[in-house]
């Protein structure tokens, strides 16, 4: 356990959190502000502008239109997401970029007889906010090559599933609140590290979450309603360890794997079932957060 903590504190820590600075937003407040993710190696301290896209209902979606299929590549940069109550909105951009950097390159279309958005988003470098709306089902694959991806699952959130990677370096944090609707959520960091909060007192629906970190560190806090959800967690360290340390789960631990149920879990109306593979690095399973993400204002 000791080799596990050393590989957390010296690993997880110094990669997730260098260069990008996050700030938790929830999805039910109004109006809706984005955290501003501080990159320094971005070259934006200079002049800045801001590209922005809306595609609404009834403006630039056609009232045929169910599914939204999003395909997002940034190479360098930060990532945000989060749902809001609006069910017009099937996706606005806002991206924040040097001028010396390309314009946001945004196309759109819709297939399979009008039911089917499908959007694709690509830039080089810069900060991207998406906001999603609560009225369409949203199937997502999300790349970044290095920086730092967070995404915000609460109740206005209706997603079958979404791929997220950070193909070389960086951090990638995901919270799931009340009421969120999911199937399946992909996560892979090559070289950072990885932290998943499940904050809910009930979930609309039963879901699944991957997860990979090849080199760094994987941390899972979960405070849930025990009756309404059941979490389970299945993991494996290759070279490195695993660190439990919460109540409400039982099962087998040790020190590079792990097959643990909360309490009840059989019982619980809605299941949340994750797998974590990590290569080089360490896990660790707590109730509360054990890594907090500095807030910057807007």
């Not at 906001?131 to 949203?138: A, E, Q």
């Not at 590290?193 to 879901?207: R, T």
Request: aromatic share 10%.
């Amino acid at each position: 356990m000791a080799m596990a903590r050393t590989i957390l504190g010296g690993v997880f820590v110094a990669i997730l959190f260098v260069g990008v600075v996050y700030a938790v937003v929830s999805p039910t407040l109004q109006p809706i502000s984005f955290p501003r993710f501080e990159i320094p190696w971005l070259g934006v301290e200079g002049e800045r502008m801001v590209d922005r896209y809306s595609l609404v209902k009834e403006t630039n979606v056609s009232d045929s239109v169910k599914f939204v299929d999003l395909n997002v590549t940034l190479k360098f940069g930060g990532i945000n997401l989060l749902f809001s109550n609006d069910p017009y909105l099937a996706c606005d951009v806002s991206f924040e970029r040097s001028v010396n950097v390309s314009e946001l390159e945004i196309s759109y279309d819709e297939l399979d007889g009008g039911q089917v958005l499908q959007v694709g988003v690509w830039d080089e470098a810069g900060r991207l906010n998406l906001t999603l709306g609560n009225g369409y089902l949203y199937n997502g694959t999300f790349r970044l090559r290095i920086g730092g991806v967070m995404m915000t699952l609460g109740r206005h959130a209706n997603v079958s599933r979404f791929v997220v990677s950070i193909k070389y370096f960086g951090g990638l944090f995901l919270e799931i609140n009340d009421d969120a609707s999911f199937e399946q959520i992909d996560l892979s960091v090559d070289i950072g590290g990885l932290q998943l909060v499940v904050d809910a007192e009930s979930l609309k629906d039963s879901g699944a979450i991957n997860v990979n970190v090849n080199v760094g560190g994987f941390s899972m806090s979960v405070d849930v309603n025990t009756s309404e959800i059941g979490v389970g967690l299945d993991a494996a360290v290759d070279v490195g360890g695993l660190t439990v340390n919460h109540e409400d789960f039982q099962g087998q631990l040790s020190q590079r794997m792990c097959s643990l149920k909360t309490v009840g879990y059989d019982g619980a109306t809605n299941k949340l079932d994750v797998k974590a593979t990590i290569g080089l690095g360490g896990g660790t399973l707590q109730k509360g957060a054990q890594y907090g993400f500095p807030i910057s204002q807007v």
